[in-house]
């Protein structure tokens, strides 16, 4: 009996984000995660400390700035992903902290995944009609870390990043890392050849209910921090209408419910994958 | 989706406009209405069947609905998908389809039923309250609703139609029952005076209902 | 001219919106809402807003606070056709009614927003919700009664008013602190018009029509 709402191992014996590390600067810091109360702080020696809401201690961890907690009791998580770009010299590395979106995680990481709605979405920014059609791109997983890659993904927009002044054609690469950690790598304005990495990270608050934060490693010395973080809000604010208004909230893994094209190869690969892993939580199993 | 015979769901005015897209509940069901070029209304399922997304969210262009998350557009009548912006040089695939109900429009009112029932649509007696005044919704249900309004002295006149008088002006109210604990009430009088007399009376009315329960 | 604002904040819009309209250049001065809390930082209290609240607009030297009293402002001083705050006195009367409505709206329906969207967790989130689905039901019985009269808008006229304009955002973004308008048609129809006007601009939550 885990305490938490699930018994779903893709959850609770993995590392799922809490927030910024900076959470616990002045004190205890309480949120929810599956559903249940955890409360997290750092003792008089510095170390990390994290309960369950029956007072059970967590495995607890501070990485890339932020806070991961294992839910499980005895659980030996596999090492937390890597992320190189977070210590690679030269790039800036800007918290966007979390905004709370009413839907599950899944779907959260699968709209972050995809391509197609850039031009309806996110129109002027990522995107524009009439360049609608997603070329055909490569999608790849990598056994050993059984994480998800989709390369050669490229797009047209109008606005890639908010030191963009023209439109250009942005190279993409996509990585999904867990059910609820994603990574996009994309085209540098400033520093053509290099790409600009932003993490998605999903804290799964309940099944139907999350908050999505999302860290950048950019090549970038023009905007400030508040301007880069009013440009990937923006970008977030854009799709929160359109994963509220999805129905179900949780991702139909069964038949019957949705579509998918040759174009939604990413998400399709995605959805085979959580299949696969036999995720319950926040899917329609 | 049950299976549902016909019932009226919103006044044929609230699809005036040509690029309205209006959600009606219905039984626990959202339903997306809105009207083809040739001014047929449609009533189809808040739910693009790509990704789920509610199609009251979209946009009429060219009159197909296109759902406002991958611009996927669907055909007025049958509910197919015709376009699929992101691979525009393919034919749309065979049988991806908006599930659809059947619509009729009778006393200026849209009624909609399950394909699945064969019945006719309503043939209602021409009545002289067809001056639509406003819908509005009462946090009641079933049999709770129907004695209030019978206590307010409002007879049920044909199934899901009630009779009384509103403001002093005598009025229709049609039924839908959205959910099992909420009702749209949609509110004719006879003539322009008439139908703002019964709007300004209608709040009283609501309150009525919702506190003598 | 200068407005302090962020591109989240419904109250900034309204601004953004007016200036819009009104074909007024303005320099945006971006504020870390979230997460920085920057307008409650020092440097903002002391210099641009002791009640630490954005949007504030400065003209020339003047600074102006709060999202209504900045719509009276722009509308007064810079709409010669007098389409947005028209200059007679029933219209100004029924007018500040609104204004006022804005103001309890964005206590409500925006403190939901907030709480559910932006993690602020200290806000009484059920009773703000009590709250805005009370005020919704007074404009939608508003909102019916003008447009079985053949009107649009909430103040009688051809065109919407800063009237409208104060009370939109937050209704319309109800849904994200978990207010769905579900029950209250004639707002929805409100929404829908404001949304269909030819100079309309959206913003993230807000679909605009016209891509």
Redesign the interface.
């Known amino acids: 009996m885990s305490g938490f709402n699930t018994i779903d191992p893709n959850m609770l014996d993995d590392w799922l984000t809490v927030g910024p590390a900076t959470r616990v600067d002045h004190g205890a810091y309480e949120t929810k995660l599956l559903g249940s109360r955890v409360r997290l702080w750092r003792d008089d020696a510095g170390q990390l400390q994290a309960r369950a809401a029956d007072g059970r201690a967590l495995q607890v961890q501070q990485r890339y700035g932020y806070l991961w907690i294992c839910a499980s009791e005895g659980a030996q998580p596999k090492p937390l992903f890597d992320f190189p770009e977070f210590d690679e010299p030269g790039r800036r590395i800007v918290d966007c902290d979390g905004i709370g979106v009413n839907v599950s995680g899944l779907r959260m990481v699968e709209n972050f995944l995809d391509m197609a709605h850039f031009p309806y979405v996110h129109s002027h920014y990522l995107g524009e009609v009439p360049h609608t059609e997603v070329a055909p791109y490569q999608v790849s997983i990598d056994e050993e870390a059984d994480e998800i890659w989709a390369t050669e993904c490229r797009f047209y927009q109008p606005r890639t990043s908010g030191s963009a002044t023209e439109g250009v054609e942005a190279h993409y690469r996509y990585r999904v890392m867990q059910p609820m950690t994603a990574m996009l790598y994309k085209t540098s304005v400033p520093r053509p050849g290099a790409q600009d990495a932003i993490g998605l990270f999903v804290q799964p608050v309940d099944e139907e209910h999350i908050i999505a934060y999302c860290l950048l490693a950019y090549f970038e010395d023009t905007l400030s921090d508040t301007e880069l973080i009013a440009f990937q809000h923006t970008i977030f604010g854009q799709d929160k209408p359109i994963l509220e208004n999805q129905r179900p909230k949780k991702m139909p893994l069964v038949a019957g419910y949705e579509t998918p094209t040759r174009c939604d190869a990413m998400s399709g690969a995605y959805r085979r994958w959580l299949k696969k892993r036999g995720i319950s939580y926040g899917a329609i199993s | 989706m049950a299976a549902m015979s016909w019932q009226p769901v919103l006044p044929s005015q609230a699809l005036r406009r040509a690029d309205d897209i209006v959600a009606g509940f219905i039984n626990g069901e959202e339903l997306a209405l809105w009207r083809s070029v040739d001014g047929v209304a449609q009533a189809w399922e808040n739910r693009c069947p790509h990704r789920g997304t509610r199609l009251t969210l979209g946009r009429i262009l060219g009159g197909r609905l296109s759902c406002a998350y991958h611009g996927w557009e669907f055909e007025a009548g049958t509910g197919s998908c015709s376009h699929i912006p992101a691979q525009p040089q393919q034919p749309a695939p065979q049988g991806v389809c908006v599930k659809t109900w059947r619509v009729a429009e009778v006393q200026g009112m849209v009624w909609v039923s399950s394909r699945a029932i064969d019945a006719a649509a309503p043939a209602l007696a021409a009545r002289a309250e067809q001056q639509f005044c406003r819908s509005l919704s009462v946090r009641l249900a079933g049999e709770a609703l129907q004695q209030r309004l019978r206590a307010l002295g409002f007879a049920e006149s044909e199934p899901c139609i009630w009779r009384g008088e509103l403001g002093g002006v005598p009025a229709i109210l049609y039924l839908t029952e959205a959910k099992t604990d909420w009702t749209m009430l949609h509110l004719f009088t006879s003539t322009a005076d008439q139908a703002i007399v019964a709007t300004q009376a209608s709040r009283r009315l609501r309150d009525a209902i919702e506190e003598g329960a | 001219m200068k407005l302090y604002d962020?591109?989240?904040s419904g109250n900034c819009w309204k601004v953004r919106y007016l200036l819009n309209a009104l074909g007024q250049a303005c320099e945006r001065h971006?504020?870390?809402f979230?997460?920085?809390r920057?307008h409650k930082s020092a440097w903002f209290i002391e210099q641009v807003n002791p009640l630490g609240q954005i949007p504030v607009l400065e003209d020339g030297g003047f600074l102006l606070r709060d999202a209504q009293a900045i719509l009276v402002y722009l509308a007064s001083a810079y709409d010669a056709s007098g389409r947005w705050y028209p200059a007679n006195a029933r219209a100004r009367g029924d007018i500040q009614l609104w204004l006022a409505m804005a103001e309890d709206i964005t206590r409500s329906a925006s403190a939901a927003r907030l709480h559910?969207?932006?993690?602020f967790v200290h806000i009484d989130v059920q009773a703000a919700r009590r709250s805005a689905r009370a005020l919704f039901r007074q404009l939608?019985?508003h909102l019916?009664?003008q447009?079985?009269?053949g009107r649009r808008w909430l103040v009688a006229g051809e065109q919407s008013t800063i009237a409208d304009l104060a009370c939109f955002p937050y209704v319309a973004l109800a849904?994200?602190g978990?207010i769905p308008l579900?029950?209250?048609?004639?707002l929805?129809?409100w929404v829908?018009d404001f949304r269909?006007q030819p100079e309309f601009i959206g913003?993230?939550?807000?679909?605009?029509?016209a891509?």
């Open positions: 962020y591109e989240l971006p504020i870390n979230h997460p920085g920057e559910d969207g932006f993690g939608d019985d019916a009664e447009q079985v009269q849904p994200e978990g579900d029950e209250w048609p004639a929805r129809h829908w269909h913003m993230p939550g807000i679909l605009t029509p891509l």
